[in-house]
């Protein structure tokens, strides 16, 4: 089959980017969307011109490295499926793909598809994690766990951090994927001693990334590859509600968000600067 | 120390109020909470309302009893324009984040799981202000009155002879059939952002918000059109 790919080219962060058309012939309709990206890849290379840069790792779905806007979907048009796993048979011969990076000031453009998601990064680092002691693995059954509650912890812990939360909300809010984070601890016993701090912590420095609010209008959980449902972020506005009136400290660190793709060295490191 | 870990302390000592209300997720906990003190307003006031239907003396005594309760009336008020106050400071305020969250927007953007009524929250809530603007200036100060006098005390006269003119009425209409579209979204919305939601309860909520809506905007415009079909005279 053949597809028309409308695809969003910039060459650099700060370049200004234009889409450019190109008309793939040869599209299997076995081919997975990426694998349609490296056959106009392998022609662009032929032809001496600059591949089409994009993110990928796994190509099965579980990594979430990779994907864009096709057709102003995030992950296209399949439900619950990355752009790796989505197959060229759901389109027609002939169909004009309109594909273009996540666009939000938190992810902002590195090249071509690729956006940097270190933003997501600073959230699970504020408070994404479980203090343990080490040593001897614990038993098993040490801490009892019901089925449901196990069921719920795991759903909101299917998040991958695609970012395709954020590229469909029309406010670029990350609430579905903080809340994501917050929800597959804070519903198991051993999330239970960190609950408050959590909640305050990752909620600052989603907060503190420049990205929107929720709106509960629900496109995130509409196009989340995962299925990650809505709730996840009623259980982190609970935690925050809860744990903003009780807690006995008042201090909140936050880490500063990245405002332009650098290897590091250009970061700013002022913390009187914010604002 | 790695690159990525410096940290920006928010200070030691700030106030948890002045926190709450700066995070984003505090502000929607008080558009939920003045959302819903609004909410009880508009049931209150079509329960007030619909006495129109049993005749002059019965709503014109309500209106009366109303104001003779002085203080506590404007209690009432004064929690009503304080909670329009924070339900419009933190929605413009988080409107303008939301606006810089995104600088370069899609070139084609599909919405495939949102309600209408959940992306038009923007539009229906200044149009609906601006509909109580205009009804308290013509039923409550009596400024614009459009072919008729208002008398002062005689609530049901001025709500016959106001909506007797077609446009005040067509006006009404929409803005109440707006505010149904709000109410339709913002009544379930506002658990989750209060944070509570259940896998089982949430469609039964949101079954729940569109039925309440759906009653709202039925309840209030019965009223200007049995006025112009004559039925209320």
Redesign the interface.
Known sequence: MKLQLKIWRQRTSTDKGA?VSYTVNDVDPEMSMLECLDVLNETLIERGEEPVAFEHDCREGICGSCGF?I???AHGPERATTVCQLTMRHFKDGQEL?I?PW????FFPIKDLIVDR?AF??II?AGGYISVSTGQAPDGNAILVGKDIADQAMDAAACIGCGACVA?C????AALFTGAKIAHLSVLPQGKPERDRRALAM??Q???E??????????C???CPKEI???V??????????A??T?RE???????PFTEWST??K???D?TS?D | MS????????G???N?VV??W????????VMAITGAMMFLFVVGHLLGNLQVFEGPEKINAYAHFLHSIGELLWIVRLALILAIILHITATVQ?AL??K????????????????YA??T?YWSGPIVLAFIIFHLLQFTAGYIHPESRFIEGDVYHNLVSGFQVWWVSAWYIFAITLLGFHLR?GL??M?????????RH?PMLKSAALLIAVAIVLGYISIPISILLGIVK
């Open positions: 889409f806007m057709n102003g979907v309109v273009e666009r939000a000031r938190a270190r990064d600073h680092e469909a029309p406010n670029a809010s909620v600052a989603m907060n503190a420049e990205f929107g609010n929720c709106t509960s209008i629900g496109e959980t509409g196009v449902p809505l709730e972020i009623a259980t982190m506005n609970r935690d925050y509600l809860r903003s009136w807690r008042d201090q909140s660190e936050t880490i500063l590091g060295s970061l700013q490191s913390p914010r | 690159t990525t870990a410096s940290a920006a302390a928010l030691p000592h700030r948890r926190t709450f700066q995070s984003t997720n505090g502000k929607k906990v988080l984040r939301n810089r969250a995104r600088p370069i927007g899609y070139s084609r953007k599909e919405a495939i799981n949102s309600s959940s992306r929250m979204h379930w919305s658990f989750q952002s209060v944070g509570i939601a259940h896998t949430t």
